[in-house]
Structures are given as structure tokens and as C-alpha cells.
């Protein structure tokens, strides 16, 4: 099974801010089992200009409360690529997490604005 295997990182799509399937109660203890191992998952919204806020919803609490990272407004495919190079570069699950609310490369908006993106941008890609 996947929370068996060699993953190191998930990237999920999930309603609008967040919200992932109720009455899906296996759902949530399988995230939790991947996180308890060690593997990063990160939550995006399927919505084209969504934003995760997991504490929107009580089942984003939930996911939060176990450690699944927000992907903000990033794009899934903006969150395969930073999971992707974030994992290359040795990052543990907590360092992931906080790099995943750095932009590196613009993919993400800093408190809800894009004016400061790149700001110390040099000294974000050096610190990783």
C-alpha cells in the first residue's frame, strides 16, 4: 500500500479552501500513518483560484491538527514542483513545512499579495 511504500511526499487536491470528504473517517488515519512516517503532505485546492485556509472547515482542522502543510494558493503542479525540489534537497517534513510558505520562485503569494514576492529573494533559494 502507499502508506507502506518508499513515498516521501503527497500532494492532495481538495475542495475549495481545503475541505477534504467527511464521512471518509479512513481517509484522515491513513494521512496519518503517511505523516507519522515521515512523509509530507502538502493540501491544494482543485479550485483555479483557490486558497487553502485549513482551519476553515472542521475536517481542514483535522488535517491540520495532524500535520498536513497548506499549499496556499499554489497550484498543484506548483506544489508537485517545490515538493519535488524541496525532497531533493534532503529537507526534513518540518523544514518542508516551513519552506512551503517561502516563494521561491513566485509560486505562492505572501500574505495574500504578490508585491513582495521577491524580496530577499537570493537569500530565501540560498537558505535552502
Known amino acids: 500500500t502507499l502508506a507502506d511504500s518508499a513515498v516521501r511526499g503527497v500532494v492532495l487536491l481538495l475542495y475549495g479552501t481545503g475541505n477534504a470528504p467527511a464521512r471518509k473517517k479512513n481517509f484522515v488515519s491513513w494521512l496519518e500513518r503517511l505523516i507519522d ?4 503532505v502538502i493540501a491544494c485546492s482543485q ?3 483557490g486558497t487553502v485556509e485549513l ?4 475536517v481542514g ?8 502543510i497548506s499549499g496556499g ?6 506544489a508537485v514542483t517545490k515538493l519535488s ?11 518542508i513545512r516551513s519552506a512551503f510558505n517561502m ?8 500574505n495574500g499579495r504578490h508585491d ?8 530565501v533559494v540560498s537558505k535552502l
Open 37 to 40: 512516517r515521515g512523509v509530507a
Open 47 to 49: 479550485c483555479v483560484r
Open 55 to 58: 482551519n476553515a472547515y472542521a
Open 61 to 68: 482542522s483535522q488535517l491540520s491538527s495532524i500535520g498536513v
Open 73 to 78: 494558493d499554489m497550484t498543484c503542479e506548483a
Open 85 to 95: 525540489y524541496l525532497l531533493g534537497r534532503g529537507l526534513s517534513p518540518s523544514q
Open 103 to 110: 516563494s521561491i520562485r513566485g509560486e505562492i503569494s505572501l
Open 116 to 123: 513582495d514576492l521577491f524580496k530577499g529573494f537570493g537569500g
